[in-house]
Structure formats: structure tokens, C-alpha cells
């Protein structure tokens, strides 16, 4: 009892004595200490939680709209089968595909994803500036082989290889072709069953003799409707110059040849093409469609307003989820003269590890699977691209309806673009020209001769290149 | 003698005086303790400002212009290469039209800008009860950020359902595509730029308040209109905050860059790929072109001050800095 007295006088005692000392000072001191403690378990605490759980990988991706949300489907699934890592993806925003500039100052201020989806035909150049991490280490320790010819196809693997090594994961590739409403066509007094791809390829006059006719204006001159507009969308230089049979890069002189007699002659169509239809108000009918990021709604052959259309194969999904009751045909690029065999080109994206990533070896477990087959057979049903892996493309039973016309009958000769660490400035120096070719400011012979100048001064710093 | 000056020579002796007492001539001497102690406090007083002056200012313009004489991708270690940089500047076609561009642009921005904000100032100094809700109204456009505003006006100018181009439908005249013609889409960011006049505007207006009322009052008494009162008396009296505008609009000016990254990405075919677009481009999208990029910013620097002399030496031509 006695001791119970004594210690309930401690007690009191102290209950007396702490508000007695308790001062303005020890307030602050106390705030700051029960500051400092909450960020200390703070900072800890999401130190505790991954090593108990997973390795967070940052996924950074331009893609917006439907390529977002086939990309986390591919995400979500790989976190679910994953004991050890988990992937956020981050949407960033959409630019020009040559413009880095997010990654570029992220990365050097130590704030950059683990991946990054990057447009393949970028890869050599920034490979080349010292943005990219190497692969072949990672592809050794997780059993690939760091030669990526092996599992990939060909022009995939060389667009991500420099100077012998693998610096990314080929993901999908495109290839491009012609899109036709049939009702449209029908308008201009073409029975579409006659641009069916079996009954051979078309000529790029023919197709601007049947745009022509279905041309039409309001009275203050804008186009309600047109045929075709040759420089929306994939009509770009390159798929203009390889339909007229045209190069782009000599490699052995390590010189860039827009002004070939080809890609010039491919010009000129596209001068006199505008020319004969009216430029500005071909201009004005595709300005809301053209901005980077415009989503598909915008897109004239989605509004029913253009009959024809030079896409890729991705547009298949785009015209499912946004125009389904389009009766569209696909068929070979046209040639220039009867007898060509037509040509179309490829691009396609890939993963990669940039410099600094903090966690390249779960960055790497993720990109082995989104680019392997897991990856890539999810993204092929999904979106209508074409895989890269040759198991992959082998797998009949992914492709379905139009997607086969693409497989079977455009990959195997398709093109694509040289693989320069000037990539960039070509793919703008080219734009450029193309604009004041179509544009009518200047003939394709001086604009790609410009361009060529322009990239060649700056080519010269990399050659030869191998 | 007036005995202002008697005064004032009286104080300029003793101070002569003190100073030969401790022993020093000339005007520079040494600090004596009591001049140390503070200068050294004054400096620690604004140390927050001076830190961040040689760390955001004062480094990354010596870190530029030694990045400016090397090929750099930003990775790794730069590569000395002399004043190749430099040279490839008159070499380089993309270069001379981001250049031309940028003057085109300064030179139709830059005086409208102040004809502009100086008829806001006008407004927003006018004698009604009401003025402030005017002020506000007219000053609200500089409020909103340039690349909120890009947007806004991708909007206005669209070619099919914009605004502008239906008002101009009503009246006959056949609309351009502003942004999508080389023809006009400079025309087109001149007039962006004018949304921001507002905070010039304001400058303008406390110049403007600054105008003795006497002088006006002097000038009706004389006959004067309202046309004759701004020429002779508000014109003339503004000139040395036209100049201050006139040299920070140049800059600004020079520097001109969101409109083209939002709207028109430099083009159509290099119409609007400003100064600072192509340097930018050259520093985050073209691979290891960054020392080109520092180069192009320190010849930027330079055209800058030049440009900002050379208003000076005709500034004593039509500024006026005083009543009399």
C-alpha cells in the first residue's frame, strides 16, 4: 500500500513538474523533433514496403488514347505475374517523335524512368549521344543473346544495335498502305471490287484522277469533303520516296541522298498534286488532324470526309473503336508507272534503359517481358501492329481479317528507314522539304537538296558509319 | 553667390577635409575596420540572392560559353573543337531562317507591342468612376500563361471554325490558315504576343501618371487638342519608358519560342522555327549538338546587347528624361 502511495505521489509529482517546465522552447524543440521523426519514417517508409516487397520500375511512354491503354493492359499484366517487380507506366506529354527533350533533362537531372519507349529509328542517335544504356550485360544475365538478328527480324534488330550493341528491345513494328472508303470511291464511279489487292497494284495518277472527282467545297472554299490528302498522315517523304524506288542513305560515301533522281521525281508528283488540287485548302482541312498528340476523332477518313488514306496497319483498331460502320478496302501503296512493284517501309518503337535508370535490372526483367513474346502478342491482338520477334510474326493465329493482307503480303518487302545518329535531323530536314514541296514554296529539287546540305554537315561528324 | 551653393561647397570641403585627415588620397583606399565589418555584413544580407545570382546566373553563362568551343551531347565528356561551332553558324541554311525569322519577328512585335500597350494605358487611365473594372478586364489576357494562350488562339485562328475567320467571312474577305500558310502564320504569333501587352501596359500607365497635370492644363490653356496634347506633352513624356519597353521587349523578343513549340512545331517549312526553337532543337532533339546550341546562345547574347546599344545611342535623339 505503501508503495502504491509513494509511486501515485511520483506520479503526481511529475504531473505537477511537466507543465511546470514545459516553455515556448521545448514546444519548438519538441515540434521539431516530432517533425524530423515523421519524415525520417517517412523517407523510410517506402524503403520498407519494397524491401519487403517489389523492385518500382518507371515506365515513361508518349502514347496516349488506345496505344496507352494497350500498353498498361500489357503493364498490368506483367506486374500480376511478377514476384519482384512492380512497373508504373507514366504517360508523358506527346511531342514531336525526334524530340527527347523530357527524358534528356530528366536523365541528367537524376530524375529519369527505368524505361523509356523510344521511336527504334531515334535509337542510334541517342545511343550515339551517351543517353542510352548499353543492353549487353543485362541480355547475358537474363540468358538473350545479345545479337538481336538472332530472335528479332532483321531491320528491327539493326535499328537497335550501335556499333555492334544492343542498346534496345525492338517492341512492334508498321507498315504502311492504303486505306479507301468503298462508298466513297463508289461516288467517283470506281467499283471498289476493282482495288481489291488480288487485282494488282494501283497507279498514284489513277488514284489522284479518282481523288479529284471527289473533291468538294462549301462557298467560302473549304473542303467539305476530298479524295485525298497525299501529305496527311503517313504520306511523308520516305513513303513517297520508296514507292518511287528511291534510297536514302549511301552508305558507302556516308552521305544522305533525299536529291536522288527518285525521291525527287516522288517530289514533284506531290508539287504538282498540290498544285492541281489547291494546297491551302488542303491545308485547312487537315490542320486539326495534323497537331501532335489530335486525337483519332479529328482524323478526316474517321469523319467520313476523305475517301482514301495512307496509314499503317494500326489504323485498323483506330477504325474499329472510332468508325466501325466504315466499309473500308486496304491495298498496296500505288507505284508510279505500271509494272513497279510496290514498296512500302516500317518503323516501329522499342524499350530502353537510360543512363542513371536506378533499377536496370528490373527495368530489364519488365522490357524481356513487354518486348518479348508475353509483350508482344498482347500488343499484335490489341492493337493491329506487327510483332517483331520472328517466333512472334510466325503465329498465324494472331493476325485476323485485314491484318493478314499486311503480313502476308506487305512485310515481306517492306523498307525502312536508315538507321543514322543523325536520325533526328534527317527526319527533320525532310519534313522541312516535304512542307515546302507540298506547300508549293519550292521545287522538290532545290527543298531535298536543302536538306541533304543541311543533314550532311552534320553527318560528317559520325562517319563512316558501320 | 546663392547660398545653396555656398552650402553645398562647404560640405564638399569638409568631406575632402575628412578624408585627407585619415590619411587618404585618390579615390580608392583601403576599408578601415568599421567599413570591412559592414561591407561584409552587407554582403551577408543579400548572400541568398547572391548565391542564387552565381549559381543560376553567373555559372551557367561561363558554363555555356565554355560548352559553346565543343561538340557535347549532354553525356559524357565534351570535345574541345575550337570555334567550329561558330564557323558552322555561316554555313548552316536552318540557321540564317531561324535568324531572319526572329528579326521578322522583333520587328513587327516589338513596335506594335508598344503601340498596343500604350493605347491600353491610355484606356486604363481614362477619367471614369469606373476605370478600375477596365483596368482589370484589359490586364486579365497577361495574366494567363503564353502556352494556355497558344492554345486559346489555336482556337481563334482556326481555318474551317475559328472565330477570326468567321468574322472575317462576314465581311467578304476570304479567311487565311493562319498558322498553317508561311504567308501568315509569323503574322499570326505577332499577334499572340499582343496578349501580353498588359504588363507593359501597367508600366505605361504609371508613366503616364507620372505626367505633370499642370502641363496639360498649360497646354489647353494654349489651345491644344487631344491630339496635339499627346503628341506634344504624353508622347514626349513617355519616351523613357518606351525605351525601357523598347529594350526589354528586343530581348524578349529574340527569345520567342512557345508560340512556334505549341502551335506550329517551326513550321510550315521553317516559317516559324524562331532563334531560340532552333537552338532548342539543336540542344534536346538533334544528337550532341548541344556545344552548337551553347553557341548559338552566347551569338544570341550578342545580338541582344548589340541591339540594346545601339537603341541607346539613339535614345538621346527622342527621349526626353525631363519636363524642362
Redesign the interface.
Given at each position: 500500500m505503501t508503495t502504491t502511495k509513494s509511486s501515485q505521489h511520483r506520479a503526481e509529482k511529475r504531473t505537477r513538474i511537466a507543465p511546470a517546465t514545459f516553455n515556448r522552447r521545448d514546444l519548438v524543440k519538441g515540434a521539431v523533433g516530432a517533425g524530423a521523426m515523421t519524415f525520417a519514417l517517412g523517407a523510410q517508409a517506402p524503403m520498407i514496403v519494397r524491401g519487403q516487397s517489389k523492385t518500382n520500375v518507371t515506365f515513361w511512354t508518349t502514347y496516349t488514347d488506345t496505344g496507352l491503354k494497350n500498353l498498361t493492359d500489357i503493364v498490368n499484366a506483367f506486374n500480376k505475374q511478377s514476384t519482384d517487380t512492380n512497373v508504373k507506366i507514366v504517360q508523358i506529354p506527346p511531342a514531336e517523335v525526334t524530340d527527347s527533350s523530357k527524358l534528356i533533362t530528366a536523365v541528367r537531372g537524376g530524375t529519369g524512368p527505368d524505361v523509356y519507349l523510344l521511336d527504334r529509328f531515334i535509337v542510334n542517335e541517342r545511343a550515339a549521344n551517351g543517353l542510352l544504356e548499353d543492353l549487353t550485360d543485362l541480355m547475358k544475365k537474363n540468358g538473350m543473346n545479345p545479337d538481336l538478328t538472332e530472335d528479332y527480324i532483321e531491320f528491327a534488330a539493326r535499328e537497335a544495335t550501335f556499333d555492334g550493341k544492343p542498346y534496345a528491345l525492338p517492341f512492334d513494328t508498321d507498315v504502311r498502305a492504303l486505306y479507301y472508303n468503298k462508298a466513297m470511291i463508289k461516288e467517283a464511279g470506281i467499283d471498289p471490287a476493282t482495288w481489291d489487292p488480288s487485282k494488282g497494284v494501283l497507279l498514284w495518277d489513277d488514284i489522284k484522277a479518282t481523288a479529284a472527282k471527289l473533291n468538294k467545297k462549301d462557298t467560302n472554299g473549304n473542303f467539305t469533303q476530298a479524295g485525298l490528302v497525299p501529305w496527311f498522315d503517313q504520306g511523308l517523304p520516305y513513303t513517297f520516296g520508296f514507292s518511287w524506288g528511291g534510297t536514302f542513305f549511301d552508305k558507302s560515301k556516308c552521305e544522305v541522298t533525299p536529291d536522288n533522281d527518285k525521291i525527287v521525281a516522288s517530289g514533284d508528283w506531290i508539287y504538282n498534286y498540290a498544285k492541281d488540287q489547291g494546297v491551302d485548302a488542303f491545308q485547312a482541312f487537315i490542320q486539326a488532324a495534323m497537331k501532335p498528340g489530335a486525337p483519332p476523332q479529328q482524323n478526316p477518313f474517321i469523319q467520313k470526309r476523305m475517301a482514301m488514306w495512307i496509314t499503317g496497319d494500326w489504323s485498323i483498331q483506330n477504325l474499329a473503336t472510332y468508325a466501325p460502320d466504315i466499309d473500308y478496302g486496304i491495298t498496296y501503296l500505288p507505284v508510279p508507272t505500271k509494272g513497279m512493284n510496290s514498296t512500302t517501309w516500317a518503323g516501329g518503337w522499342s524499350v530502353v534503359i537510360p543512363q542513371g535508370a536506378k533499377e536496370p535490372e528490373g527495368a530489364f526483367k519488365f522490357m524481356k517481358y513487354f518486348a518479348g513474346p508475353e509483350g508482344q502478342k498482347m500488343y499484335t491482338k490489341a492493337s493491329s501492329h506487327v510483332p517483331t520477334l520472328k517466333s512472334v510474326q510466325a503465329d498465324k493465329s494472331l493476325y485476323s481479317g485485314k491484318h493478314v493482307f499486311f503480313i502476308e503480303k506487305l512485310l515481306p518487302t517492306t523498307k525502312n528507314r536508315p538507321p543514322l545518329p543523325v536520325g533526328a535531323k534527317f527526319w527533320d530536314e525532310l519534313q522541312t522539304a516535304w512542307q515546302k514541296i507540298y506547300l508549293n514554296k519550292e521545287s522538290a529539287k532545290q527543298a531535298y537538296g536543302e536538306a541533304k546540305q543541311n543533314t550532311q554537315t552534320l553527318i560528317q561528324q559520325f562517319c563512316p558509319i558501320t | 553667390m546663392n547660398p545653396s551653393t555656398t552650402v553645398q561647397t562647404t560640405v564638399d570641403e569638409s568631406l575632402s577635409a575628412a578624408a585627407r585627415a585619415q590619411g587618404r588620397t585618390g579615390r580608392f583606399h583601403l576599408p578601415s575596420r568599421g567599413e570591412r565589418r559592414n561591407l561584409v555584413l552587407g554582403l551577408l544580407f543579400i548572400s541568398p540572392w547572391l548565391v542564387g545570382f552565381l549559381a543560376f546566373l553567373v555559372y551557367p553563362i561561363y558554363y555555356t560559353f565554355r560548352l559553346s568551343f565543343t561538340?557535347y551531347?549532354?553525356?559524357?565528356q565534351p570535345t574541345w573543337i575550337g570555334l567550329a561551332n561558330y564557323q558552322?553558324m555561316f554555313?548552316?541554311?536552318?540557321y540564317h531562317t531561324a535568324l531572319w525569322n526572329t528579326f521578322y519577328y522583333v520587328a513587327l512585335a516589338v513596335p506594335i507591342g508598344v503601340i498596343v500597350a500604350m493605347v491600353l494605358a491610355l484606356a486604363m487611365n481614362a477619367p471614369v468612376p469606373e476605370v478600375p473594372v477596365y483596368r482589370t478586364i484589359l490586364f486579365m489576357p497577361s495574366v494567363l500563361p503564353l502556352f494556355a494562350i497558344s492554345f486559346i488562339f489555336?482556337t481563334l485562328l482556326?481555318?474551317?471554325q475559328g472565330i477570326v475567320n468567321e468574322f472575317l467571312?462576314e465581311f467578304g474577305i476570304?479567311p487565311?490558315?493562319w498558322?498553317?500558310?508561311?504567308r501568315y502564320a509569323k503574322i499570326a504569333i505577332v499577334a499572340i504576343a499582343q496578349f501580353g501587352a498588359g504588363q507593359v501596359a501597367l508600366i505605361f500607365l504609371a508613366g503616364l501618371k507620372g505626367i505633370p497635370q499642370s502641363l496639360y492644363e498649360a497646354a489647353m490653356i494654349d489651345g491644344a487638342g487631344i491630339a496635339s496634347r499627346f503628341r506634344n506633352v504624353t508622347l514626349p513624356l513617355m519616351t523613357p519608358v518606351i525605351l525601357y519597353d523598347l529594350i526589354l521587349g528586343v530581348s524578349q523578343g529574340l527569345q520567342v519560342f512557345t508560340e512556334s513549340y505549341i502551335i506550329t512545331?517551326g513550321?510550315?517549312?521553317?516559317s516559324t522555327n524562331f532563334y531560340v526553337y532552333y537552338l532548342?532543337?539543336n540542344?534536346?532533339?538533334?544528337?550532341?549538338?548541344m556545344g552548337y546550341a551553347a553557341a548559338m546562345a552566347v551569338v544570341l547574347f550578342l545580338i541582344t546587347f548589340a541591339i540594346a546599344i545601339l537603341i541607346f545611342q539613339t535614345s538621346n535623339r527622342w527621349v526626353h528624361y525631363d519636363v524642362t
Open positions: - | 561538340r551531347s549532354g553525356f559524357g558552322r554555313d548552316d541554311q536552318v489555336l482556326d481555318p474551317n467571312r476570304h487565311p490558315n498558322f498553317g500558310d508561311t512545331q513550321g510550315p517549312a521553317n532548342y532543337a540542344a534536346f532533339r538533334y544528337g550532341g549538338q
